[in-house]
Antibody
């Protein structure tokens, strides 16, 4: 079965760090673009970061320099290392696969269930 | 960055109604437009990609149209399980991938 399962969320103080994990099954993380998307309570969806199949990484301006995306091919797992956390980073964090069609259009076609990160003192 | 604007932000409709949601991009994005459905407490689900291609397993009452800057998602006959929030998202100029603010479809 193709699925993504996130873990690692929790309560952290402002300025703290947290690492999220996203275990994939049914496909190889290394062969795909993989993203993190977050959703603050009661708000819309915000793309956070992506890692390409070639290993290149990109970030939203709001997290650049504070978050780092990575993957472990042997564990088929995606990670998001978050540091210098702010109250505004409070959100449900989803990992998602960027699936491509034959014409090169991509969409987030597989999503995890999400993990809640709360930044509060 | 490309900005995506949806309208309306919310709507009330009855089972069986035809519902249309619009999405406008701040610049031309060709057909690089996707639609998602999200129910409370759940992850988003891909409905349509490349403006009008139906994702596998999605009922045919959902359809998409448009190109350039203006797009629509139509539900031909609203069903009880369709009450949710819908988001459009562009994949033309990335990163970043950007979403509309969402349209909440509520029961009338």
């Amino acid at each position: 079965e193709v699925q993504l399962v996130e873990s690692g969320g929790g309560l952290v103080q402002p300025g703290g760090s947290l690492r999220l994990s996203c275990a994939a099954s049914g496909f190889a993380v290394s062969n795909n673009y993989m993203s993190w998307v977050r959703q603050a309570p009661g708000k819309g969806l915000e793309w956070v970061s992506v890692i390409h199949s070639d290993g290149s990484t990109y970030y939203a301006d709001s997290v650049t320099g504070r978050f780092a995306i990575s993957r472990d091919n042997s564990k088929n797992t995606l990670y998001l290392q978050m540091s210098s956390l702010r109250v505004g980073d409070t959100a449900v964090y989803y990992c998602a696969r960027n699936g491509f069609d034959s014409s090169g259009h991509d969409a987030f076609d597989i999503w995890g269930q999400g993990t809640m990160v709360t930044v509060s003192s | 960055d490309i900005q995506m604007t949806q309208s309306p932000s919310s709507l009330s409709a009855s089972v069986g109604d035809r519902v249309t949601i619009t999405c406008r991009a701040s610049q031309s994005i060709s057909r690089y437009l996707n639609w998602y459905q999200q129910k409370p407490g759940k992850a988003p689900k891909l409905l349509m990609y490349a403006a009008f291609s139906l994702q596998s397993g999605v009922p045919s009452r959902f359809s998409g149209s448009g190109s350039g800057t203006d797009f629509t998602l139509t539900i031909s006959s609203l069903q009880p399980e369709d009450f949710a929030t819908y988001y459009c998202q562009q994949s033309y100029s990335t990163p970043p991938w950007t979403f509309g603010q969402g349209t909440k479809v509520e029961i009338k």
